[in-house]
C-alpha cells in the first residue's frame, strides 16, 4: 500500500494507492486491479475503468495522471485487467464479448459491496473502456448509477476501427494485429510470481488471432449489433457523459447519443486526439478531473452542480496542416441539436453555389489516392494527422465556393446526395469538405466514405447495376468548423482513399451527374460562445526514466517506373522503467502498405507490433504480424505470433485464410 496526497490546489482528501488487488469472478477466476482510495471512514463512490491494456505499463502513465487526482475528490478509482490481459487469470476472447461484458457487471458488484464503496459505481474510459461503459450501461447493473464515454461509438459495424461507410478499413488489420500482440504479452512475475511462465504460455496457447473474425464479418450483421447500444438506445438508463475530439477518427458519437439518449446525455468535443482531454493535443485542453469529479458526484453521491449544457463544441477555424498544431485556434460554443438548420449548395462543373445545367461528369481517381489521409486512430503527432490536402485533392473531382466573404459556420453533420453510376458491380466513393486558405494550404475539415453496395443498407448490401444511374446519399462525419473570410469551400470526391480504405476488386469509374439533384447541405446551429476550464499548465503524466529514445515517422514514395506507391509507419515508445517496480516496458509498431496505380489487386498491408518486457534480468518479447492481399473474390489474410525469452523463441504459431469478399 502506497500513500499519497495529489499537490494540486483542489485537493482535499489524503489516499492510498493499493498496486494490486484481486477481484474474483463467480468462475473462479482472478481479474487484477489497481485501486486508489481515499484515506477515510466514511464510504466513497468508485469509477471502474476496464480495459485490456496493461495497468502496470501501457496505461501506468495516464492512470497516474488521473485516479489519484479523482481519489483527492473523494473516489476511488478501480483500474481493472480484462480477463487474459495484463496479470489476469483466464483466457482473452474478443473485443466487447459476453465474457468481458458479464465480468465487468460482476465486477461492478464486487466494487458496489467492498465496506469502503457507498454502493454506487460509475465507469469511465477512452476507446476500449468508453465503448465497454456504455454497453455495460444497457445491461443496468443495479450499481453502475453514470458513465464518461470518450472516443467511443455507438454504432460498432459504422463508426469504429473496422468499416466505414460499408468499406474495409486498412485499420482493420492494424488493429487485430495490435491486439494480437498486446494479448499476448506476459504477465508480471513480481505480480503472479514463479507460475508467471505457465501463465503466459496458457496464454499463447488459447489467443486467436481477431483478424479473421473481423474481416469475415462485412456487413452489419449480429456480430457488430451486439454491443451496439444504437439497436436500442432506451436499454441505457444511466446518465452519460459523451466526450470527442476533432483530430479523431472517433468523432460522430456524441452527436447520435444526443439524438438516440436524449436529455440523458451531455457531451463535449474538442480539438483533440485519441487522448484524454486533460493530456490531449491539440489544445486547449479541457480540465477533465475537475469535469468528471463534478459528473460523478452529481450522480453518484448527491452533489449540487449546475446542469451542463447538452453540447459544448470546440469551433476550431484556421487551421492548417502543414505547421504545428499545439494549440488549435477557435473558440468554444454551446448549442442546441435541435435548432440546426441546413443550407444547400449545388454541384456544377468545378464550382459549389447555385444550381446549373444537368451535366455528366466522369471521376476514376488513382488507386493511391489518399496517401495524406492521415490515421483514423490518432495518438498525437503530425504522423497520424491528415497533411495537406493538395495532392490528394489534385487525385479528386473538385468543386468549390468563390472567396467567403463573411465566416461560414459548419455544426453538425453535413451530407451529400448525389446521382451516381459506375461500370462495375462494386465501387467507393468518398466526399471530403476541404478549407482552403487563401495561399492554398488545404485543410481537410470533414470527410464521408460509402461503399456504394450499402447505399440502401449496411445489412443487406446490394450491387451496383453498371451504368445503371441511382441517387445516394453520403453522410460526412459531424464538426464544428468556421471558414473564414477570404478562404474556400471544396467539395473533394474521389473513388479511393488509401490505405485508410481498401479498394474494390476492380479499378471503377463513376459517372456523377450533376445539377439540381446534385448537392451538399451544410449544417449550422445558433450558438452561445462558452469556456472550457483548463487544466493546471504542464502535463499531468508522470516521467519515467527511459533507457532508449521514442521515434515515429511517416513516409509515402511512388515508384514513377513500377507505378507502386508505398506508405510506411513505424514508432516505438522506447524503452522506460516503471520507478515504483522496476518493470521495463517498450512497444514497437511498423506498418508497410503498397499499391500500384490502375491495379486495386496489388494491395498490400503488412502490419507488426512487438512487446517487449524486461523483469529481474528475463527480457520478454511478443512479435505479432498481420498481412492482407486480395484476388477479386477474396481477402488472402495472414498472421503470427511468436514469442522470445531472452532471445530465444519458445512459441511461435501461424495463421492464414482466404476471406470471401462480400459487396466490398
Given at each position: 500500500m502506497d500513500a499519497g496526497l495529489s499537490s494540486c490546489n483542489e485537493c482535499v482528501m489524503?489516499?492510498?494507492?493499493?498496486?494490486?488487488?484481486?477481484?474474483?469472478?463467480?468462475?473462479?477466476?482472478?481479474?487484477?486491479?489497481?485501486?486508489?482510495?481515499?484515506?477515510?471512514?466514511?464510504?466513497?463512490?468508485?469509477?471502474?475503468?476496464?480495459?485490456?491494456?496493461?495497468?502496470?505499463?501501457?496505461?501506468?502513465?495516464?492512470?497516474?495522471?488521473?485516479?489519484?487526482?479523482?481519489?483527492?475528490?473523494?473516489?476511488?478509482?478501480?483500474?481493472?485487467?480484462?480477463?487474459?490481459?495484463?496479470?489476469?487469470?483466464?483466457?482473452?476472447?474478443?473485443?466487447?464479448?459476453?465474457?468481458?461484458?458479464?465480468?465487468?457487471?460482476?465486477?461492478?458488484?464486487?466494487?458496489?459491496?467492498?465496506?469502503?464503496?457507498?454502493?454506487?459505481?460509475?465507469?469511465?474510459?477512452?476507446?476500449?473502456?468508453?465503448?465497454?461503459?456504455?454497453?455495460?450501461?444497457?445491461?443496468?447493473?443495479?450499481?453502475?448509477?453514470?458513465?464518461?464515454?470518450?472516443?467511443?461509438?455507438?454504432?460498432?459495424?459504422?463508426?469504429?476501427?473496422?468499416?466505414?461507410?460499408?468499406?474495409?478499413?486498412?485499420?482493420?488489420?492494424?488493429?487485430?494485429?495490435?491486439?494480437?500482440?498486446?494479448?499476448?504479452?506476459?504477465?508480471?512475475?513480481?505480480?503472479?510470481?514463479?507460475?508467471?511462465?505457465?501463465?503466459?504460455?496458457?496464454?499463447?496457447?488459447?489467443?486467436?488471432?481477431?483478424?479473421?473474425?473481423?474481416?469475415?464479418?462485412?456487413?452489419?450483421?449480429?456480430?457488430?449489433?451486439?454491443?451496439?447500444?444504437?439497436?436500442?438506445?432506451?436499454?441505457?438508463?444511466?446518465?452519460?457523459?459523451?466526450?470527442?475530439?476533432?483530430?479523431?477518427?472517433?468523432?460522430?458519437?456524441?452527436?447520435?447519443?444526443?439524438d438516440g439518449l436524449g436529455e440523458n446525455v451531455r457531451s463535449v468535443t474538442g480539438p483533440w486526439v485519441h487522448l484524454y482531454p486533460h493530456i490531449a493535443v491539440p489544445g486547449l485542453r479541457m480540465d477533465y478531473i475537475e469535469e468528471a469529479a463534478s459528473w460523478f458526484g452529481q450522480h453518484l453521491r448527491g452533489d449540487e452542480v449546475p446542469d451542463l449544457p447538452a453540447h459544448r463544441l470546440f469551433l476550431s477555424e484556421a487551421v492548417r496542416p502543414d505547421a504545428p498544431r499545439d494549440v488549435e485556434q477557435g473558440h468554444w460554443i454551446t448549442i442546441d441539436q435541435s435548432e440546426v438548420s441546413q443550407t444547400t449548395l449545388h454541384l456544377s462543373p468545378g464550382t459549389l453555389g447555385a444550381a446549373g445545367e444537368v451535366e455528366d461528369v466522369l471521376l476514376q481517381s488513382p488507386t493511391d489516392t489518399g496517401t495524406d489521409g492521415g490515421a483514423f486512430f490518432t495518438q498525437g503527432g503530425d504522423t497520424d494527422l491528415p497533411g495537406d490536402q493538395r495532392a490528394d485533392d489534385g487525385r479528386s473531382l473538385c468543386f468549390e465556393t468563390e472567396a467567403l466573404t463573411e465566416a461560414l459556420d459548419i455544426v453538425g453533420v453535413?451530407?451529400?446526395?448525389?446521382?451516381?453510376?459506375?461500370?462495375?458491380?462494386?465501387?467507393?466513393?468518398?466526399?471530403?469538405?476541404?478549407?482552403?486558405?487563401?495561399?492554398?494550404?488545404?485543410?481537410?475539415?470533414?470527410?464521408?466514405?460509402?461503399?456504394?453496395?450499402?447505399?440502401?443498407?449496411?445489412?443487406?448490401?446490394?450491387?451496383?447495376?453498371?451504368?445503371?444511374?441511382?441517387?445516394?446519399?453520403?453522410?460526412?462525419?459531424?464538426?464544428?468548423?468556421?471558414?473564414?473570410?477570404?478562404?474556400?469551400?471544396?467539395?473533394?470526391?474521389?473513388?479511393?482513399?488509401?490505405p485508410l480504405i481498401l479498394p474494390p476488386p476492380s479499378d471503377v469509374t463513376a459517372t456523377l451527374t450533376l445539377g439540381p439533384d446534385a448537392q451538399l447541405t451544410l449544417p449550422t446551429a445558433p450558438y452561445t460562445e462558452t469556456t472550457v476550464p483548463e487544466p493546471p499548465a504542464g502535463d499531468p503524466?508522470?516521467?519515467?526514466?527511459?533507457?532508449?529514445?521514442?521515434?515515429?515517422?511517416?513516409?509515402?514514395?511512388?515508384?514513377?517506373?513500377?507505378?507502386?506507391?508505398?506508405?510506411?509507419?513505424?514508432?516505438?515508445t522506447g524503452l522506460r522503467e516503471h520507478p515504483d517496480h522496476g518493470l521495463q516496458f517498450e512497444d514497437t509498431h511498423k506498418a508497410v502498405w503498397s499499391i500500384t496505380r490502375g491495379d486495386p489487386l496489388s494491395l498490400s498491408g503488412q502490419e507488426e507490433t512487438t512487446a517487449l518486457r524486461i523483469r529481474d534480468g528475463i527480457t520478454t518479447e511478443v512479435v505479432a504480424t498481420g498481412r492482407l492481399t486480395a484476388t477479386a473474390t477474396h481477402f488472402h489474410v495472414e498472421a503470427r505470433l511468436a514469442a522470445l525469452e531472452n532471445g530465444e523463441q519458445i512459441f511461435l504459431r501461424e495463421w492464414q485464410e482466404d476471406i470471401p469478399r462480400d459487396h466490398a
Open positions: 489524503d489516499f492510498e494507492e493499493h498496486p494490486t488487488v484481486w477481484i474474483p469472478l463467480p468462475d473462479g477466476t482472478r481479474l487484477a486491479a489497481r485501486i486508489w482510495r481515499p484515506i477515510t471512514d466514511t464510504p466513497v463512490p468508485a469509477i471502474l475503468e476496464f480495459l485490456p491494456y496493461r495497468r502496470r505499463d501501457v496505461t501506468a502513465p495516464r492512470d497516474e495522471a488521473t485516479y489519484p487526482a479523482l481519489a483527492a475528490r473523494g473516489f476511488a478509482g478501480v483500474r481493472v485487467d480484462l480477463r487474459g490481459t495484463g496479470d489476469s487469470d483466464g483466457h482473452f476472447d474478443d473485443e466487447y464479448s459476453e465474457t468481458e461484458l458479464s465480468d465487468a457487471e460482476a465486477t461492478i458488484g464486487w466494487i458496489a459491496a467492498q465496506p469502503w464503496c457507498n454502493g454506487n459505481v460509475g465507469m469511465q474510459g477512452i476507446s476500449w473502456g468508453g465503448f465497454n461503459a456504455l454497453q455495460v450501461a444497457a445491461r443496468q447493473p443495479p450499481a453502475l448509477k453514470a458513465v464518461i464515454s470518450i472516443a467511443s461509438t455507438v454504432d460498432r459495424f459504422a463508426d469504429d476501427i473496422h468499416t466505414k461507410g460499408g468499406a474495409q478499413m486498412g485499420t482493420n488489420l492494424y488493429w487485430a494485429t495490435q491486439m494480437l500482440g498486446r494479448a499476448a504479452a506476459p504477465p508480471d512475475a513480481a505480480v503472479v510470481g514463479e507460475g508467471w511462465r505457465a501463465q503466459w504460455l496458457d496464454r499463447l496457447e488459447n489467443l486467436s488471432a481477431l483478424a479473421f473474425t473481423w474481416i469475415v464479418h462485412q456487413r452489419r450483421d449480429a456480430y457488430w449489433k451486439h454491443g451496439s447500444i444504437c439497436e436500442d438506445f432506451a436499454v441505457v438508463q444511466a446518465p452519460a457523459l459523451m466526450i470527442a475530439g476533432w483530430a479523431d477518427g472517433y468523432r460522430n458519437t456524441p452527436w447520435k447519443a444526443r453535413p451530407s451529400l446526395r448525389l446521382p451516381v453510376a459506375i461500370d462495375g458491380p462494386q465501387g467507393n466513393l468518398i466526399a471530403r469538405l476541404v478549407d482552403v486558405h487563401p495561399d492554398g494550404c488545404a485543410h481537410r475539415i470533414s470527410m464521408g466514405v460509402l461503399n456504394l453496395s450499402h447505399r440502401h443498407s449496411s445489412e443487406t448490401p446490394e450491387s451496383m447495376t453498371p451504368g445503371q444511374p441511382e441517387t445516394i446519399t453520403l453522410p460526412f462525419d459531424a464538426t464544428a468548423y468556421r471558414l473564414r473570410p477570404g478562404h474556400k469551400l471544396r467539395l473533394a470526391l474521389s473513388t479511393a482513399y488509401f503524466r508522470p516521467t519515467y526514466a527511459r533507457k532508449t529514445r521514442p521515434e515515429d515517422y511517416r513516409t509515402t514514395t511512388h515508384n514513377r517506373s513500377t507505378g507502386e506507391t508505398r506508405v510506411v509507419q513505424a514508432s516505438t
